[in-house]
């Protein structure tokens, strides 16, 4: 994932910020606001790590599954349809109502 779906999404990384820091302080986190320096800065300052290994930290943490909430948010409806097109049959196009091919009711 990338920092701005962090940023943009910040309230909704909460769980997974506690999941991976569990000393970390929702009121903190709040007052972060999604601002990554302010975010090193406080994970560097919570774990007693120098700023460029609380970096590296948020860097791993940051290569897991964005949360369900972000994924699911109508914002990224187009983004999530256009990657679906890998799993659509030949002939289908991802934006196409299923109906149309007949396949809806097979059991």
Same mark, same amino acid.
């Given at each position: 994932?990338?920092?701005?779906?962090?940023? #943009?999404?910040?309230?909704?990384?909460?769980?997974?910020?506690?999941?991976?820091?569990?000393?970390?302080?929702?009121?903190?986190?709040?007052?972060? &606001?999604? &601002?990554? =320096?302010?975010?090193?800065?406080?994970?560097? #300052?919570? $774990?007693?790590?120098?700023?460029?290994?609380? %970096?590296?930290?948020? %860097?791993?943490?940051?290569?897991?599954?964005?949360?369900?909430?972000?994924?699911?948010?109508? =914002?990224?409806?187009?983004?999530?349809?256009?990657?679906?097109?890998?799993?659509?049959?030949?002939? #289908?196009?991802?934006? &196409?109502?299923?109906?149309?091919?007949?396949?809806? $009711?097979?059991?």
């Amino acid at each position: 994932m990338k920092w701005h779906h962090v940023q #943009e999404n910040w309230p909704a990384f909460f769980e997974a910020i506690l999941d991976r820091w569990p000393d970390a302080e929702e009121s903190m986190l709040e007052e972060v &606001d999604g &601002d990554q =320096r302010a975010f090193i800065a406080y994970i560097a #300052e919570l $774990t007693g790590d120098e700023v460029s290994e609380a %970096r590296e930290s948020i %860097r791993e943490w940051m290569m897991g599954e964005l949360p369900s909430d972000v994924v699911m948010d109508p =914002r990224h409806d187009n983004q999530s349809i256009a990657l679906s097109a890998k799993y659509v049959g030949e002939g #289908e196009d991802e934006s &196409d109502d299923d109906a149309r091919f007949g396949d809806d $009711t097979e059991k």
